[in-house]
Structures are given as C-alpha cells and as structure tokens.
C-alpha cells in the first residue's frame, strides 16, 4: 500500500518534497495557506502573520546555476541573479513540468499534527487542516514533511532599545518593508547589517534625507560580481576552495574583501574573522557611503522622542527606524515533545530528524542558513528523508544522532559569535556532501578521473552545481553530465548580450593564422 506524506508549505522546499515523494511511490498531499507557491518568494503587498514577506525589489544573492534544482536547471536566458518575479516564474516551470501542482491544496492552514494512538509501531500521524471558509478536517498520514521555513516570524528585540516607546516618530520590522516611497525626504535609521539591513538602507538612502545604518559588530561585505565579472559564489563554492584549510581561506577572503574597499575606513570592520558571521551579500552599499547617502554608526544606546542616540554619545535626529533584526522560527501545529524551539536552538539530526520519535517518519526541510543558495539543499534533504520513510536508508541510534548534534553545535559555538542567526549554519559543499553520502549521491572523484577526466575537472575545480548529486546513485539523471560541461555557457549567455562586431572577430581570426602561420615557419626552421 503506497504511503501517505503530508507536506505542510508549498514554498521552494515545499515543492521538491512533493517531486520528491513522487520519485520514491509516495502519495503527497501538501497544505499551503496561500494561494499560490513560491513561499517566501511569492511577493505580496500586504504582511500576513506567520508568512514570510520580502520587498518588490528583491534580488536573490545566489546565482542561478548553485540556485536551482539538481534536475531542471534555471533557462539559459535566465539571469544569473534573479528578481524574485524570475524566481517564481522558475518555481512554475519546475511545478508544470513535474506535475506537482495537482498534489498541493491551497488556502488550507495546518491547524495540529500529532501522533496516533498506535504510533510507536504504524508511525502514523493525524493532521487537522481547516480550509479558507473555515471549515475543519483531520487526516491520517504515513509521514510529515514540515516545510515553512524560518523567515516568518519577525525577531523584534524592542527590549533592547530603551525608549522606543517614547519615540513619537515611526518604526516598523523589515519585514514590514515593501518599497522606498514613504522614506521621501526623511532621516531613517536601519538597525542591522545583515542582507536585508543592507539592502533596504541602500534602497532607502535613494529616497530619504539621510540614512544611518546602524550595527553592533560590522560585517564583511561581498560582491555578488566578482572578478571577471563572474558570478561570486560560482568561484567561492567549488570543491578545491573546500579543501583549504579554513585559516587560510579566511586571510585569503578578508585580504580580497579589504582590496575591493577597506572596511576600516567605512567603519564596517568587524571585530570578528569572515567566515564567523554570515557574510553581507551588497554590491552598492559601500558606493552609497562614500557618497555621504548612508553613515555607518554603532548600535543605538537608547531613543528620545525624536531622535537616536548612539553608543559613541552621537546624537541623530530621526523619522523612521527600520528593525533588520531577523527572525525567530516555531512550529505552533506540532507539540514540544516533537520539535522544541528554544531561540532558534532545536536539535535535529542532521538538521531534519528530530531524536524523539519511535518511528522516523517527521522531518523538518529547508531549516538551515547556508552560506549558498537553499534550493538544492533542502532537495537533497527531501530525498534523503523520502528514502528514510520508504525503509530504504536507516538513521543510526539516538545514541549516534545526539553525538553528532553535539559535534555540530560546538563547532558552531567556536567558529561563530553568539547569535540567533547562527544556529543553523551551514557550509554549502560539506554539508551537501553529508546529506549525499546518506543517500549514495556523492560524487565519487577518483572514479570520475579513471573513467571521464574532462567531467573530473569541472566537477572538482568549477562552481559546484546541483547537478553533481545526480551523476550516480538513486535519481541519477542522464543529463546531468551534459548540464555540468555546459554551466559555463548558461552562465555567460545572459550578459553576452551584444555581439562582436564581424569585422572585429574577422581581423581576429586573421590574426590568429597569422600567428600560427609564423610559428609552424620556425618550428621547420629550427628543425632544418
């Protein structure tokens, strides 16, 4: 008898669960409570608790050869980095061509998941739902796959600004943020140097009087165009880079990002190395300092009535103040026996089981901060955990899992200062080579020189791309070497956009036999 899975949220993890559960004989059935998919990328102009809001001009920060699924890659014409409305136009294609959309039930809220009476040997689940008229229904299903993501819930730390119920002026979370219009002419400050800290006091400072853009520790700020004008990431992520020692890596990489602009002299020089925060993804924040439209200050030491005052005793009067202070995660449906969040702190195996089940048929996809794209992560999480539901992989003992959550948290604990944002780091290639190795998708590189030389090489010294974890294995795809030899084509195509002039390219080509001309006439002459 086919398994049922309920997948609770139709967002980019959402979806590749169901194709997911399809590819292993799973009968998914996925509850989305909008109307449509894409999750946190589906822009809506109005902010709707406990889903995730982005504003209308947002840009991923992950290019789209590391950023798609490991089997349908982005169109070629595609942009390497995507507005969201080219993100979601992606998301449809994948959901049309897998067939998927039929699988998902739209504008039904999950409402409680919990465990039948005979759990400990069906590892069956009930799943109340409840439709956008209200009404009601309970299910029994095989599996969960909880996919909701962790942008949701606005961390807003009002506690620590004294004053701020003072301040007759208005304040609102970035999640809040939908476009620049309504800063016209005012002095904000934006609290947070993360992604989205930078990204909306760079779009505001267009808009509003001055900016300050306000942090407690700095950050280290990367391009997303790198050299030769390349996509960032596709040179960052390759599997050479992951086998420099890590000391090394961050000289290297701080030693660049100082090249570019000294963040000292921006007043953005953390306290920390790179690589112990999640980096700052910005290429117009440092053009929009040096042009005055944005100061750089420390944190806020406490509010007046009308304006901020600063940890270094500056005082700057102030209209708007916008919270780019991040966000918590919780699972109000489930019970705390099940998953338990304790300021984003939750122990899961790998990221995805949780140790306290009888029966391994829940897991959590897409609960992870990756320094890379999400997208084919949570895919290689969803097959693992398909495979796991069907018997096919077993999970080792609790004994084992609790070790390497352990392992896990004290490496981020030593690595990375204390934050919320970082309890659920990632290395982009490790942890995907972890999750590879339980399903049997890993590359085999050794193999992969005996046998295809050319694929070896792209595969160890080019941007590690998706489609490596569908080479060999379960779900191996016959395209996937084709789709590696070519990646640099898809990249380049979308900014080749004017051609050479013929006349150009002829006298090139002329001058290109003439130089071979010249050389075979002195090889023979050396040779006589």
């Known amino acids: 008898m086919t398994k049922r899975v309920a997948i609770i949220g139709a967002g980019v993890s959402g979806i590749t669960c169901i194709k997911c559960c399809l590819d292993e004989d799973l009968e998914p059935v996925c509850f989305e409570r909008s109307n449509d998919i894409g999750g946190l990328w589906n822009f809506q102009e109005n902010v709707a608790d406990g889903k995730a809001s982005i504003?209308?001009?947002?840009?991923?920060?992950?290019s789209k050869e590391l950023s798609c699924f490991s089997d349908f890659p982005v169109p070629e014409d595609y942009p390497n980095y995507m507005h969201n409305s080219r993100i979601m136009e992606y998301f449809h294609l994948y959901v049309k061509h897998f067939n998927l959309m039929k699988y998902i039930q739209f504008k039904t809220n999950v409402c409680s998941i919990t465990k039948r009476a005979d759990f400990s040997s069906t590892g069956q689940w009930d799943v109340v739902t409840q439709d956008g008229e209200g009404n009601s229904e309970s299910a029994i299903f095989d599996a969960v796959l909880i996919a909701t993501g962790h942008h949701a819930n606005p961390h807003y730390p009002l506690d620590s600004f004294p004053g701020i119920?003072?301040?007759?002026?208005?304040?609102?979370?970035?999640?809040?943020?939908?476009g620049p219009l309504l800063f016209e002419g005012k002095r904000v400050v934006v609290i947070g140097i993360g992604n989205s800290g930078g990204d909306l006091?760079?779009?505001?400072?267009?808009?509003a009087k001055q900016v300050f853009l306000s942090t407690r520790r700095g950050a280290w700020v990367i391009n997303r165009v790198a050299d030769r004008g390349l996509p960032g990431d596709v040179l960052f992520n390759r599997r050479i880079n992951a086998c420099v020692p890590l000391s090394f890596a961050v000289w290297f990489a701080?030693?660049?990002?100082?090249?570019?602009?000294?963040?000292?002299?921006?007043?953005?020089?953390?306290?920390?190395?790179?690589?112990?925060?999640?980096?700052?993804i910005n290429d117009d924040l440092p053009n929009r300092i040096i042009s005055g439209a944005i100061l750089v200050k420390p944190n806020v030491k406490?509010?007046?009535?009308?304006?901020?005052?600063?940890?270094?005793?500056?005082?700057?009067?102030?209209?708007?103040?916008?919270?780019a202070t991040g966000y918590t995660f919780s699972y109000p449906f489930l019970d705390e026996s099940v998953v338990e969040v304790n300021k984003n702190h939750v122990s899961l195996y790998k990221y995805i089981f949780p140790l306290q089940l009888e029966q391994p048929t829940l897991a959590i996809i897409g609960?992870?901060?990756?320094?890379?794209?999400?997208?084919?992560?949570?895919e290689l999480q969803a097959r693992w955990a398909t495979r796991v539901f069907r018997g096919l992989v077993k999970l080792p003992s609790v004994d084992t899992m609790m070790a390497d959550i352990m392992e896990k948290k004290?490496?981020?604990?030593?690595?990375?200062?204390?934050?919320?944002?970082?309890?659920?780091?990632?290395?982009?290639?490790?942890?995907?080579?972890?999750?590879?190795?339980?399903?049997?998708?890993?590359?085999?590189l050794k193999q992969l020189l005996l046998r295809d030389p050319q694929l070896a090489f792209q595969v160890f010294f080019g941007p590690c791309s998706p489609y490596q974890f569908r080479l060999t294995g379960p779900g191996k795809w016959p395209k996937a070497r084709q789709t590696i030899l070519t990646q640099w084509e898809r990249i380049i195509k979308p900014t080749k956009t004017r051609v050479l002039m013929k006349k150009r390219q002829e006298s090139m080509s002329i001058l290109l036999k003439?130089?071979?001309?010249?050389?075979?006439?002195?090889?023979?002459y050396l040779l006589l």
């Open 302 to 323: 406490q509010f007046t009535e009308t304006a901020a005052i600063f940890e270094d005793g500056t005082l700057e009067d102030i209209d708007v103040v916008v919270f």
């Open 367 to 378: 609960l992870i901060q990756p320094l890379g794209a999400i997208m084919p992560i949570s």
């Open 201 to 207: 006091a760079v779009e505001i400072s267009r808009h």
């Open 55 to 62: 504003y209308k001009s947002l840009i991923i920060n992950t």
């Open 254 to 280: 701080e030693r660049i990002m100082n090249h570019r602009f000294n963040h000292e002299n921006y007043g953005l020089q953390p306290n920390h190395r790179m690589f112990s925060q999640h980096p700052t």
């Open 410 to 444: 004290e490496k981020l604990g030593k690595r990375y200062v204390t934050s919320q944002r970082h309890t659920i780091q990632v290395d982009y290639i490790p942890y995907m080579d972890e999750l590879a190795e339980q399903i049997g998708v890993k590359p085999n």
């Open 514 to 524: 003439f130089m071979a001309l010249l050389v075979v006439l002195v090889a023979v």
């Open 165 to 178: 119920e003072m301040f007759k002026g208005q304040y609102l979370h970035s999640k809040e943020y939908k």
